[in-house]
């Protein structure tokens, strides 16, 4: 943008789109807030009334609260790990020439086209069903056990199902950072007198850095709001160990019809949201400059 | 000590036979380039010498050892890469102290020689920044830093000037000479141009389509090229090389005459045509001249040489200073 003039033209162009963008946002968000200072609940219809804070005090204190505030985090948390060293080992291994190369990474970015809804159900009926599932067949082959995955480790078995979902996306992000490292800077590490593993912490990691903030902060945006897999398999369960915030947000509008109880909850989990993200920035603002 | 001893040596990518069969010696201490056309598989054998391709057939020895199947780093050789190969992502230094890292000196040790090798390609000003903050003159000396800190039985080179600007490569040139001749290291070198070979150069190896055409010191390949292709790539502007009745008097089927070896004349010679384009340098003055059999050539006068286009022109070649090929190329 060299001179005033176009820099004018280039703001009305962009006004309308602007706008559009900020009504979209502001009008649900300026709703919720009135909502979250009111009386609001479903089974008793035209008793709304300004209560001030009190919504905010019912779900700080609930200690349901403090339970899906664990349990997000170790969802994010858990997810990340698994699908970013998980991403740059089958990157890796993607990345050597072999026989079917395409079919096997179309086979690897297959997952993510499939939706949140169905690969939970295939998952919760398919392989950790106690009964007929793949995982309880294995173990009644070696004489075990079958593990009721969804009612004994829920929060762990969704950890799982969402990984499986995202390690594509981490897998295909890396894989082409990885297509990008110049050839000749590893031949000259191996002039270099560099082993494997050297090659691969000074020069592979440091030259993923940029594409793993990337897989971070994408993921996390996407894996702060979870639903769908905790819906179909556990409802939240058993008790509200596979509860997180947006569950517990969804629990308290559509199950008890607290509508502004559930406000409440949601601005809370905007609030969070925006602390994880200004500390995301920051580690990450320096890798991305 | 760096002695290098290639032995039947042949290269294939699978169908396609790159090498066919190349013997070689290099003594220690010896500046050798590889020179030829591109294409010519003068990398990849620079690239087998390094162990960076496996030889398909052959045996390679570097100071009495077999190196044939040794990793490179066990070859004790260091290169210096087209495109630098510097790590962006560490500072100077520590790209320098790299290779010392793997091998697993102490720090005191390491620092110690990396600041012994700024020193020597004065970049002890520059040893914190990225390579990305550096001009390609000073990427060219960190790659070449990063080399010698390894204190190397050979230095390979794969034609590193050819990112750098013209007055730069001059430079660079006599810089990569000096080194040479101050560390007396072995280096081989591969380029494209034959310039860079005839100023650099103990050894010149001209190759051709994966062959040897004829290996000697720059003017020994000046004087006695053993081949029209030889003949026709070293000396710049190249040889004339005139066919037909001129050279059948001579007994020849192709006489070749370089452009600094003309008698020029504007009344008597040899052959008369008249002059196209003429370039006027000041120390010399080229002129490409339409012989009037319709050949072209291209002449040099020293100095000033009063001739411009449309002229006509005589040329004589020098006593002493003719060659002369057969059928295939090969000189008589």
Redesign the interface.
């Known amino acids: 943008m060299a001179t005033r003039h176009q820099k004018t033209l280039a703001r009305l162009m962009v006004s309308p789109s602007v706008l559009l963008l900020l009504g979209w946002m502001i009008v649900p968000l300026a709703m919720t807030l009135w909502f979250s200072f009111q009386s609001y609940n479903l089974l008793s219809p035209g008793m709304e009334q300004f209560i001030g804070w009190t919504n905010y005090q019912y779900f700080l204190s609930d200690p349901a609260f403090w339970t899906a505030m664990r349990n997000t985090l170790l969802l994010v948390g858990g997810v990340l790990v698994i699908t970013v060293g998980g991403g740059i080992a089958l990157a890796l291994l993607l990345d050597q020439p072999m026989f079917g190369q395409g079919v096997v990474r179309i086979l690897v970015i297959a997952p993510f086209f499939i939706m949140p809804t169905v690969s939970a159900l295939v998952w919760k009926n398919m392989f950790m069903n106690p009964v007929n599932g793949l995982f309880a067949w294995f173990a009644k082959a070696v004489g075990a056990q079958p593990i009721d995955f969804l009612a004994q480790y829920p929060l762990m078995s969704i950890i799982l199902i969402v990984s499986w979902q995202w390690l594509p996306f981490a897998t295909l992000i890396l894989l082409t950072a990885l297509q990008s490292l110049?050839s000749?800077?590893m031949?000259?590490?191996?002039?270099?007198?560099?082993?494997t593993l050297?090659k691969f912490t000074?020069?592979v990691l440091?030259?993923l850095?940029r594409a793993i903030t990337v897989v971070i902060l994408i993921e996390t945006i996407f894996l702060l709001s979870v639903f769908a897999e905790i819906l179909v398999t556990t409802n939240g369960g058993p008790g509200y160990q596979s509860t997180n915030l947006t569950y517990l947000v969804y629990s308290q509008a559509l199950l008890q019809f607290d509508v502004g109880g559930a406000s409440a909850g949601g601005i809370i989990a905007v609030i969070l949201a925006n602390i994880v993200a200004i500390f995301l920035m920051r580690m990450i603002g320096k890798t991305l400059e | 000590m760096g002695s290098i001893t290639l032995e039947q040596v042949c290269k294939s990518f699978g169908e396609v036979e790159v090498i066919p069969g190349v013997d070689l010696q290099i003594e220690d201490g010896e500046f050798v380039v590889f020179v030829g056309p591109s294409g010519c598989g003068k990398s990849t054998l620079l690239r087998l010498i390094a162990g960076l391709e496996d030889v398909t057939s052959g045996r390679i020895v570097i100071d009495g050892q077999d190196v044939t199947v040794a990793p490179p780093s066990r070859r004790k050789l260091a290169m210096v890469f087209q495109s630098y190969a510097l790590y962006p992502h560490m500072s100077v230094r520590k790209n320098i102290a790299f290779p010392l890292k793997m091998a697993g000196l102490s720090a005191d040790e390491q620092e110690r020689r990396v600041q012994h090798a700024a020193g020597i390609l004065n970049l002890t000003d520059y040893l914190d920044r990225r390579p990305g903050q550096l001009s390609g003159g000073q990427r060219q000396r960190v790659a070449i830093g990063r080399a010698i800190v390894r204190e190397p039985s050979a230095f390979l080179f794969d034609e590193p000037l050819s990112n750098l600007d013209a007055a730069l490569r001059v430079n660079m040139r006599v810089e990569i000479s000096e080194l040479h001749k101050k560390l007396a290291t072995t280096m081989i070198y591969v380029t494209h141009d034959q310039v860079e070979a005839m100023t650099m150069a103990d050894k010149i190896v001209v190759l051709r389509a994966g062959r040897i055409e004829q290996v000697g010191s720059p003017l020994e390949l000046y004087r006695r090229p053993a081949n029209r292709f030889v003949a026709g790539f070293i000396g710049s502007p190249n040889m004339n090389f005139l066919e037909g009745e001129a050279a059948a008097r001579l007994g020849a089927h192709a006489i070749g005459v370089r452009p600094e070896h003309f008698r020029l004349s504007m009344s008597e010679g040899a052959f008369a045509g008249r002059v196209g384009v003429a370039e006027h340098l000041g120390s010399d003055t080229f002129l490409h001249v339409d012989l009037d059999d319709g050949t072209h050539v291209v002449a040099r006068a020293e100095g000033e040489f009063p001739a411009s286009h449309g002229d006509r022109i005589h040329l004589t070649p020098q006593d002493g200073r003719l060659y002369r090929f057969d059928q295939n190329g090969s000189a008589l």
């Open positions: 110049d000749e800077q031949e000259a590490a191996e002039m270099d007198g560099a082993g050297a000074h020069l440091p030259h850095s």
